[in-house]
């Protein structure tokens, strides 16, 4: 199993404003993965980080709203930018394997 | 592409009564499937997986689950409902070999009865 540190675990922010989520690993992985849950709702995945290359994002999740950086094998980062209220979620960092893990969250308040 | 379908999305048991919660998923390969657990205000916790071996699957907690491929479903079971239980539960798929891109259900709420 990994074990995943996400910071800030919660935040409350003004609209127009960015911020940045971290997630370490305690083991190297190739993969890393960043969901967003909105309130009420189920995760979506916004991209898929791979160290080395650029994120590779999903429908509907562009690189300028949700930039990502992979430095190395154990750590990532999502900025979350130009915040609405529309993106006050949970915010998620996953790793794979048979059996994905997940972190504890950021709880995103957009005010 | 790839779906997952929770049928309820909110259940509710007596304690001590069996948990049923129902997931069917659609995968145009062998899919690995997943359950998740989710308490209020927390981050998501494995409950178990299968990934082509045995057809039932034990996790923790006493929950186990299914893989009928015929039906397409994975569903979760546990013989017992204890009132720690209530939380919400997700099933998600991933097409097995594919990094673990995971596609999730909308979730089924349990609250349990005392």
């Known amino acids: 199993s990994a074990v995943i540190s996400q910071k800030p675990s919660r935040d409350i922010c003004q609209r127009g404003t960015s911020l940045t989520i971290q997630c370490q690993v305690d083991s190297q992985v190739t993969m890393m993965f960043w969901y967003r849950q909105q309130p009420g709702q189920s995760l979506t995945l916004i991209a898929t980080?791979?160290?080395?290359?650029?994120?590779?994002?999903e429908s509907g999740f562009v690189i300028d709203k949700f930039p990502i950086s992979r430095p190395n094998l154990t750590f990532s980062t999502l900025t979350v930018s130009n915040m609405s209220p529309e993106d006050s979620s949970i915010y998620l960092c996953?790793?794979?394997?048979?059996?994905?893990?997940f972190g504890q969250g950021t709880r995103l308040t957009v005010v | 592409a790839q779906s997952v379908t929770q049928l309820g999305s909110h259940v509710s048991v007596s304690e001590g009564a069996l948990v049923l919660l129902r997931c069917n998923y659609s995968s145009s390969v062998p899919p690995y499937l997943f359950w998740y657990v989710q308490y209020p205000n927390q981050g998501l916790q494995l409950l178990l997986k299968?990934?082509?071996?045995?057809?039932l699957v034990k996790g923790i907690n006493g929950f186990e689950a299914e893989f009928k491929k015929s039906e397409t479903s994975f569903h979760l079971t546990k013989p017992s409902a204890h009132m720690s239980d209530a939380a919400e539960y997700f099933c998600?798929?991933?097409?097995?070999?594919?990094?673990?891109?995971?596609?999730f259900g909308a979730g089924t709420i349990l609250r349990v009865k005392s």
């Open positions: 998600a798929v991933s097409e097995s070999g594919y990094g673990n891109k995971l596609v």
């Open positions: 299968y990934t082509s071996a045995a057809t």
């Open positions: 996953s790793v794979g394997g048979v059996g994905a893990f």
């Open positions: 980080a791979n160290q080395g290359s650029e994120a590779t994002y």
